[in-house]
């Protein structure tokens, strides 16, 4: 197998610099250059009269800079709906509570995501929901353990697949073992200190982006390549039954008054013909814009075919920003993520997108108006 050679005198021990580097990527407190990337956006939107952000993800980011860093980017909107959506952590941002949820659909057999909002009165009765979520959340973060016990305790099927697709020799085999060998220490060794929100994939592409600047970009590339391959593989044999059903979530959610909305369904497109009592489908977001037109003409014709009394499916825009990626050095940012921002929602404006929302007598501020009304009801 060819490939970059990756280095052989590598330290097996963790190190200070390696326990320097888990302590900067498991923490949740920011450094001032930290919050200054944060507050000071690089571009600001001054036309922008509405504002609308019901899928984004806080993460380590305290909400108070975040909202900073909205009201400097949109210095005019006068009517806004911003609620946050943490994967299967319950937010609040004002008036109003949110979270992205992994459920299960067993009538098509696939992992999806529900986008949950609520109004804060809502939550007192809340109970059951957030144990639901409590047990999705450590369920999904079980697949950081999966992923590291894959390549420490090697599954030779995974790991030679993952090698041989992405042309990983032996020495890069090595070498990401070793490196993962001492975030597993390095997670045993502190565990019960280190914050559940670290406890996710990234952790591992996040240690790894730390040796940049001692292995170069060319070998963290190649071997975030082959990281990647791996995870892809534990994905795919995750099991989700484990997961709730779609169905269940949805029940427990409309009996707390709850909004709902299905992210991305161009990802688990079966879930157009489920038929799940929800508020409306997000037709774009920057990683799934693909069928914006052709989702929005097919809500246009079934909301013409609602029975009276039924509500309206609402159309919706997502950013899906995680705002932790904007808290890193340049260098080492993911382009496509560290891009996305809050209530940056450019097809709202594109001429062919509005011929279609025109159709359905569609637009943003209708949305946020009709939408807030419904999670207040």
């Given at each position: 197998m060819g490939g970059s050679k990756a280095p052989e005198n590598i330290p097996e021990e963790v190190t200070e610099d390696d326990e320097a580097i888990f302590s900067r990527i498991t923490s949740i407190e920011l450094n001032p250059e930290q919050q200054e990337r944060i507050t000071s956006p690089s571009a600001t939107y001054p036309l922008e009269k509405s504002l609308l952000g019901i899928h984004w993800h806080p993460e380590s980011v305290p909400l108070e800079l975040i909202l900073r860093r909205v009201s400097e980017m949109f210095p005019r909107a006068c009517e806004s709906l911003l609620i946050p959506t943490q994967h299967n952590v319950l937010m609040s941002c004002n008036e109003f509570s949110g979270v992205e949820v992994d459920c299960y659909s067993s009538g098509f057999n696939q992992k999806v995501q529900l986008l949950i909002h609520f109004k804060n009165e809502n939550l007192a009765h809340a109970d059951v929901f957030k144990s639901m979520l409590r047990h999705t959340f450590k369920y999904r973060s079980s697949q950081l353990f999966d992923?590291?016990?894959?390549i420490t305790s090697p599954n030779e099927e995974w790991i030679s697949k993952a090698a041989e697709d992405t042309g990983s020799?032996?020495?890069?085999?090595?070498f990401v073992q070793i490196i993962v060998k001492k975030i597993k220490t390095l997670l045993d060794r502190h565990a019960g200190d280190i914050p559940e929100d670290?406890?996710?994939?990234?952790?591992?592409?996040n240690f790894f982006d730390e040796y940049?600047?001692?292995?170069?970009?060319?070998?963290?590339?190649?071997a975030q390549l082959y990281l990647t391959a791996?995870?892809?593989?534990?994905?795919?044999?995750f099991s989700n039954q484990y997961f709730y059903e779609t169905a269940e979530v949805?029940?427990?959610?409309?009996s707390l008054n709850?909004?709902?909305?299905i992210p991305h369904p161009e990802q688990f497109w079966p879930i157009l013909l489920a038929n799940y009592d929800v508020d409306g489908y997000e037709?774009?977001?920057?990683?799934?814009?693909?069928?914006?037109e052709f989702l929005i003409s097919v809500l246009n014709e079934n909301n013409k075919n609602r029975r009276p009394g039924q509500k309206q499916l609402l159309i919706f825009m997502g950013d899906d920003t995680h705002m932790s990626e904007k808290i890193k050095p340049p260098g080492i940012q993911d382009p496509a993520k560290a891009g996305r921002e809050i209530g940056l929602q450019p097809a709202w404006n594109d001429f062919s997108v509005c011929k279609q929302l025109i159709c359905g007598n569609i637009d943003k501020a209708g949305v946020i108006l009709e939408y807030r009304n419904r999670l207040l009801g």
């Amino acid at each position: 197998m060819g490939g970059s050679k990756a280095p052989e005198n590598i330290p097996e021990e963790v190190t200070e610099d390696d326990e320097a580097i888990f302590s900067r990527i498991t923490s949740i407190e920011l450094n001032p250059e930290q919050q200054e990337r944060i507050t000071s956006p690089s571009a600001t939107y001054p036309l922008e009269k509405s504002l609308l952000g019901i899928h984004w993800h806080p993460e380590s980011v305290p909400l108070e800079l975040i909202l900073r860093r909205v009201s400097e980017m949109f210095p005019r909107a006068c009517e806004s709906l911003l609620i946050p959506t943490q994967h299967n952590v319950l937010m609040s941002c004002n008036e109003f509570s949110g979270v992205e949820v992994d459920c299960y659909s067993s009538g098509f057999n696939q992992k999806v995501q529900l986008l949950i909002h609520f109004k804060n009165e809502n939550l007192a009765h809340a109970d059951v929901f957030k144990s639901m979520l409590r047990h999705t959340f450590k369920y999904r973060s079980s697949q950081l353990f999966d992923y590291i016990h894959a390549i420490t305790s090697p599954n030779e099927e995974w790991i030679s697949k993952a090698a041989e697709d992405t042309g990983s020799g032996q020495s890069m085999v090595h070498f990401v073992q070793i490196i993962v060998k001492k975030i597993k220490t390095l997670l045993d060794r502190h565990a019960g200190d280190i914050p559940e929100d670290a406890l996710k994939n990234k952790l591992i592409r996040n240690f790894f982006d730390e040796y940049r600047p001692v292995y170069g970009d060319r070998l963290i590339n190649r071997a975030q390549l082959y990281l990647t391959a791996i995870k892809q593989i534990v994905k795919s044999h995750f099991s989700n039954q484990y997961f709730y059903e779609t169905a269940e979530v949805i029940e427990e959610a409309r009996s707390l008054n709850a909004g709902i909305v299905i992210p991305h369904p161009e990802q688990f497109w079966p879930i157009l013909l489920a038929n799940y009592d929800v508020d409306g489908y997000e037709v774009w977001n920057p990683q799934s814009r693909r069928y914006t037109e052709f989702l929005i003409s097919v809500l246009n014709e079934n909301n013409k075919n609602r029975r009276p009394g039924q509500k309206q499916l609402l159309i919706f825009m997502g950013d899906d920003t995680h705002m932790s990626e904007k808290i890193k050095p340049p260098g080492i940012q993911d382009p496509a993520k560290a891009g996305r921002e809050i209530g940056l929602q450019p097809a709202w404006n594109d001429f062919s997108v509005c011929k279609q929302l025109i159709c359905g007598n569609i637009d943003k501020a209708g949305v946020i108006l009709e939408y807030r009304n419904r999670l207040l009801g």
